[in-house]
């Protein structure tokens, strides 16, 4: 689990706004840019190629 002292410094690499923990805490969404950063072993991957299209609904 990230801690909230890491998520307050996190910013989405593309539009360096705010992400936030998604319902199944396994990745970080930035509703800006509709992407999710996965979170692999407790490390976030904070790369824009390997994100993922924010499946809303």
Same mark, same amino acid.
């Given at each position: 689990m990230i801690k909230k002292e890491?998520?307050?410094i996190l910013a989405c690499p593309k539009?360096?706004?705010p992400v936030e923990l998604n319902?199944?805490?396994n990745g970080l969404v930035c509703r800006t840019c509709k992407l999710v950063y996965e979170i692999r072993d407790d490390? #976030?991957?904070m790369l824009i190629d390997e994100a993922k #299209?924010?499946?809303e609904g």
């Amino acid at each position: 689990m990230i801690k909230k002292e890491l998520l307050d410094i996190l910013a989405c690499p593309k539009c360096k706004g705010p992400v936030e923990l998604n319902g199944q805490g396994n990745g970080l969404v930035c509703r800006t840019c509709k992407l999710v950063y996965e979170i692999r072993d407790d490390i #976030p991957i904070m790369l824009i190629d390997e994100a993922k #299209p924010l499946e809303e609904g």
